[in-house]
């Protein structure tokens, strides 16, 4: 059974089986709505149901604002209405599949890969800072990767990779070796950051949550950007925040770039002249104007609620201000 899905305020509608997402079905009829984690983690996907009933998955009931549903999580059981905060109608073709092979594979920590990706001749990565592209392994589930790259860097892909235990892809990782080829498709994700924009910027990331933010501070650099940018960046020891070197880069080229390394293992915060602790208690030290200041938040799932609701609950920022991309475990959907 299929049944219509109506996009509020414009004259769009899309067909969605009983069985398929809200959001599945909006990707594959060529809408894009906002998404990144499509587990029902992150909430970006949140919007209004009007005039008919759904049926749920299972989700993160803190991502869900109340009144609102995750489209990434529900079906329908009838004709509806949905008011997403955003969404367009994605190019034709836009998305590809490419056989990449790594041409470089080195430690940038003792837990974190990075692979540099070449593509086949002629063939260039389309994506927007902050965006993912998907691994396809060969029994055809797929992972989730951040590109680290900035999109004018399009000749090749670099991904930052933390070492999971017992991973099924990550664990493949250490004979990982350059010539090696891996099929991704991209881009995935829909980070609604505007980099012509001039307004104030926050970035809080931890982990490989670092990735994204420097594909969109490298995009910053090579547009020579006056904005002022605060970035937030937290480890558990100083091995966590790897490629510190891109950093003083940053500062040259960014001349409203701020930095603040959060570090919760107390020696090397002193060493380091961090802040000692969390990210999100750093980022409670910085001055933020909530009214025109956007927030970008990258990382696992808990680090990047406790920074939510720090700045929803405790700031009062509008959601539309706050954009996250959760790393959300396991199999890509
Ligand atoms: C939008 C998005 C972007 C992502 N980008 C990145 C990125 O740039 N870099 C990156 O390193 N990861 C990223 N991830 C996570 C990545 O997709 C994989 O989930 C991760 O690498 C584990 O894959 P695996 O096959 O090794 O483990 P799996 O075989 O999928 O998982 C094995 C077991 O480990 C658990 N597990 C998996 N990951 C973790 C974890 N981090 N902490 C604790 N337990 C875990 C699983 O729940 C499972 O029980 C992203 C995820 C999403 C949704």
Not at 70 to 95: K, V
Not at 293 to 321: I, W
Request: with cysteine; net charge neutral; aromatic share 6%.
């Amino acid at each position: 059974m299929s049944f219509q899905i109506h996009v509020a305020g414009s004259e769009f509608s899309f067909p969605c089986g009983g069985e398929e997402t809200i959001l599945d079905a909006a990707l594959k009829a060529g809408i894009e709505l906002p998404y990144s984690c499509r587990k029902g983690v992150c909430g970006n996907c949140a919007a209004k149901v009007n005039g008919g009933e759904v049926s749920r998955g299972i989700v993160n009931a803190e991502a869900v604002p109340e009144g609102q549903e995750l489209l990434c999580q529900c079906r329908p059981l009838g004709n509806l209405e949905i008011a997403p905060s955003s969404w367009r109608l994605i190019e034709p073709g836009a998305r590809q599949r490419l056989k990449a092979k790594v041409f470089r594979h080195t430690l940038a920590a003792p837990d974190v890969s990075v692979l540099q990706l070449r593509l086949p001749a002629g063939q260039r990565a389309r994506f927007r800072a902050g965006q993912y592209l998907q691994v396809l392994l060969a029994d055809g589930s797929r992972r989730a990767y951040s590109m680290a790259n900035a999109p004018h860097e399009s000749d090749g892909i670099q991904l930052h990779i933390r070492h999971v235990a017992g991973g099924q892809f990550t664990q493949q990782l250490s004979s990982l070796q350059s010539g090696d080829e891996l099929e991704v498709e991209l881009p995935f994700g829909q980070v609604a950051i505007d980099p012509g924009a001039s307004s104030p910027l926050v970035c809080v990331c931890g982990g490989t949550g670092f990735a994204p933010v420097k594909s969109l501070l490298d995009d910053l650099s090579k547009r020579r950007s006056a904005r002022e940018i605060a970035l937030v960046w937290g480890g558990r020891d100083r091995q966590g925040l790897y490629m510190r070197e891109h950093v003083g880069r940053w500062q040259r080229s960014l001349p409203g770039l701020h930095f603040l390394a959060a570090i919760e293992d107390a020696n090397d915060a002193i060493e380091m002249q961090a802040f000692h602790g969390r990210v999100d208690a750093a980022l409670a030290t910085v001055a933020i104007d909530v009214d025109c200041t956007d927030v970008y938040c990258c990382g696992a799932p808990p680090m990047v609620n406790a920074v939510k609701t720090m700045c929803l609950q405790q700031l009062g920022m509008v959601p539309e201000r706050f954009h996250s991309d959760v790393f959300a475990p396991g199999p890509a959907p």
